[in-house]
């Protein structure tokens, strides 16, 4: 389900190029993320094993802001000039 | 009462919490000592739950101080208490949906450069189902995979929130066993729940939570003298 949100997110931006929307984006999937993540069982298990939310949060994230990064710069390459 | 002295291994002291404006937690204050079994009782809302993700850190407490094994924190976090011994066992599970359990396990046992897996599954009645994933588990199974996973670990201060719950009454004596073991092993429990007769089976050491504040009974004989305790929570028929 969080995966769907957030593909969908992702979605929006393709088709919508504006750097504020990606960057508005961008932190509601960062927001969704620390959300998912809190609320995982993951957390505990992980917190079990020594490693910090913050690096889970920075390991979870980084892939999702370059994918949010790739799609605004498809985006803009495809669509930029018709906005 | 709040213990001071340096017999307790693991202190959460005066820990008060607030959920938009509503205290749950006055000033509650739990304890592990080294090789004794702590039992937790309240009714449900009581914060027994929240009093113990305050204490590892889950949720942050109003006010309150952790003090585990010499070191104070203001601002625990469950994965540096962790670094140093602290295993916890949530009532909601602990294993995840997403790896099969031999891969976590295989996690476990790694990052804690521990041997003794297969003697833990075994022990516990679990090697079974190593390979499937955790939501395909009963909830007794799920439970005692939970158990060998803190086997595995040995933890030196192991915290488990309603570990019976989901137990059929006939496994409930085999897993006080194992919990038993591992405390005669030197490990400090603390153990939460409703099951009065099973717990107080277990417990070394009574804990009351009760109106946002704790009351350390002492002992099984000590907390069932204790009348208030009898009457508001075991009841007329007591164990």
């Given at each position: 389900?969080?995966?769907?949100?957030?593909?969908?997110l992702?979605?929006?931006?393709?088709i919508?190029?504006?750097?504020?929307?990606?960057?508005l984006i961008v932190?509601?999937v960062?927001?969704l993320?620390?959300?998912?993540?809190?609320?995982?069982?993951?957390?505990?298990?992980?917190?079990?094993?020594?490693?910090?939310?913050?690096?889970?949060?920075?390991?979870?994230?980084?892939?999702?802001?370059?994918?949010?990064?790739?799609?605004?710069v498809?985006?803009?390459?495809?669509?930029?000039?018709?906005? | 009462?709040?213990?001071?002295?340096?017999?307790?291994?693991?202190?959460?002291?005066?820990?008060?919490?607030?959920?938009?404006?509503?205290?749950?937690?006055?000033?509650?204050?739990?304890?592990?000592?080294?090789?004794?079994?702590?039992?937790?009782f309240?009714?449900?809302?009581?914060?027994?739950?929240?009093?113990?993700?305050?204490?590892?850190?889950?949720?942050?407490?109003?006010?309150?101080?952790?003090?585990?094994?010499?070191?104070?924190?203001?601002?625990?976090?469950?994965?540096r208490?962790?670094?140093?011994?602290?295993?916890?066992?949530?009532?909601?599970?602990?294993?995840?949906?997403?790896?099969?359990l031999?891969r976590?396990?295989?996690?476990?046992?790694?990052?804690?450069?521990?041997?003794?897996?297969?003697?833990r599954?075994?022990?516990?009645?679990?090697?079974?189902?190593?390979?499937?994933?955790?939501?395909?588990?009963?909830?007794?199974?799920?439970?005692?995979?939970?158990?060998?996973?803190a086997?595995i670990r040995?933890?030196?201060?192991?915290?488990?929130?309603?570990?019976?719950?989901?137990?059929?009454?006939?496994?409930?004596?085999?897993?006080?066993?194992?919990?038993?073991?591992?405390?005669?092993?030197?490990?400090?429990?603390?153990?939460?729940g409703?099951?009065?007769?099973?717990?107080?089976?277990?417990?070394?050491?009574?804990?009351?939570?009760?109106?946002?504040?704790?009351?350390?009974?002492?002992?099984?004989e000590?907390?069932?003298?204790?009348?208030?305790?009898?009457?508001?929570?075991?009841?007329?028929?007591?164990?």
């Amino acid at each position: 389900m969080w995966f769907l949100v957030r593909a969908s997110l992702a979605a929006f931006g393709l088709i919508l190029p504006v750097v504020r929307v990606q960057a508005l984006i961008v932190l509601v999937v960062l927001i969704l993320l620390r959300t998912e993540i809190r609320w995982s069982h993951e957390d505990v298990m992980l917190g079990n094993l020594g490693v910090s939310h913050l690096k889970i949060y920075a390991l979870s994230a980084v892939p999702v802001v370059a994918l949010e990064i790739a799609a605004g710069v498809v985006g803009r390459l495809l669509l930029g000039p018709a906005l | 009462m709040t213990p001071g002295s340096n017999e307790y291994l693991f202190l959460a002291d005066s820990i008060g919490k607030s959920f938009w404006g509503k205290k749950v937690l006055k000033s509650a204050t739990m304890w592990a000592r080294p090789g004794v079994i702590t039992v937790l009782f309240g009714l449900n809302g009581s914060g027994k739950t929240t009093l113990i993700r305050c204490a590892l850190g889950l949720l942050r407490a109003d006010h309150g101080m952790v003090r585990y094994d010499g070191r104070s924190y203001l601002r625990p976090r469950l994965h540096r208490l962790a670094r140093r011994g602290v295993f916890f066992v949530p009532d909601r599970g602990l294993l995840s949906r997403r790896l099969r359990l031999d891969r976590q396990l295989r996690v476990v046992a790694e990052r804690f450069e521990a041997s003794n897996a297969k003697e833990r599954l075994e022990r516990l009645g679990v090697s079974h189902v190593l390979s499937r994933a955790a939501h395909t588990l009963s909830g007794g199974e799920r439970k005692r995979m939970e158990l060998a996973m803190a086997g595995i670990r040995k933890p030196r201060c192991l915290i488990l929130d309603e570990p019976l719950t989901e137990i059929e009454p006939k496994d409930r004596g085999f897993v006080n066993g194992v919990l038993r073991e591992m405390s005669a092993d030197g490990c400090a429990i603390i153990v939460t729940g409703h099951d009065v007769d099973d717990l107080m089976a277990l417990a070394d050491d009574v804990i009351w939570v009760v109106g946002g504040t704790t009351h350390g009974l002492g002992t099984t004989e000590e907390a069932k003298a204790h009348h208030q305790f009898r009457r508001e929570y075991i009841g007329p028929r007591g164990t």
